[in-house]
């Protein structure tokens, strides 16, 4: 069994003991996919297991604590591991990397922050993690320029996000609380479309308190 086969299975113990015996291969990108066309780190690709449903809820958080304490990289390439657990809905490896000392900073393929998918996948208590670990509120992304309370409008008005967690409300309230700044074409807008709800966000006296 390889790192691969360990991780698909679930099997701790045996991930354990491959990364006891090589432990480089905690940082060895995993080919994978139909024809083999995808790389990627073995945390990444833990997070691809989950978000697939390869492995059930609750599996990750171990297989990434094995590869953690075997010396994986949890800044990988500019924040992978933690813009993968994030936009692939694995709010456990989330935790698993926040407490191991990643970074809350770093930019995904396009210029986003981990803070960026967690709002627009309405991870509220996500959001709230990065916000607290220092992760910044009005940085702007490299394709749209947007920041993270704009991802959490279009996350929150348009079709759900494949890992959407549906508390775009409360994660909108809580970034205005904590003074990320509002576009007045944000406001103009939920006028436009008759949503109150938006409006309500957009001032931070709507949504639970995440």
């Known amino acids: 069994m390889d790192v691969r086969g360990a991780i698909e299975r679930g099997d701790v113990m045996a991930l354990q003991a491959l990364l006891a ?12 996919g139909e024809d083999g066309e995808l790389l990627s780190h073995p945390i990444h690709f833990v997070c691809d297991r989950l978000f697939d449903g390869t492995l059930p809820a609750g ?11 075997a010396g994986a990289d949890v800044d990988f390439a500019d924040g992978d591991p933690l ?7 694995a709010p456990d490896v989330v ?41 910044p509120v009005d940085v702007r992304d490299g394709r749209w320029s947007a920041t993270p309370l704009g991802w959490a409008l279009h996350g929150w008005n ?28 944000w406001l ?3 006028r436009e479309r008759g949503r109150p709800e938006v409006l309500a966000a957009l001032s931070g006296g709507a949504g639970d308190a995440p």
């Open 21 to 32: 015996a090589d432990g480089s291969r905690a940082n060895a990108l995993i080919r994978w």
């Open 59 to 69: 599996a990750g958080a171990p297989l990434v604590r094995a590869l953690v304490a």
């Open 83 to 89: 813009n993968a657990a994030v936009s692939l809905g």
């Open 95 to 135: 935790d698993v990397l926040l407490d191991a000392g990643a970074r809350v900073d770093g930019r995904g393929l396009l210029g986003e922050t981990a803070l960026h998918w967690a709002a627009y996948t309405g991870a509220d208590g996500v959001v709230r993690r990065l916000v607290e670990q220092g992760a």
């Open 158 to 185: 348009e079709p759900p996000p494949p890992a959407n967690q549906a508390r775009h409300a409360t994660v909108v309230a809580y970034l205005v609380r904590v003074g990320a700044v509002v576009e007045p074409g």
């Open 188 to 190: 103009e807008s939920a």
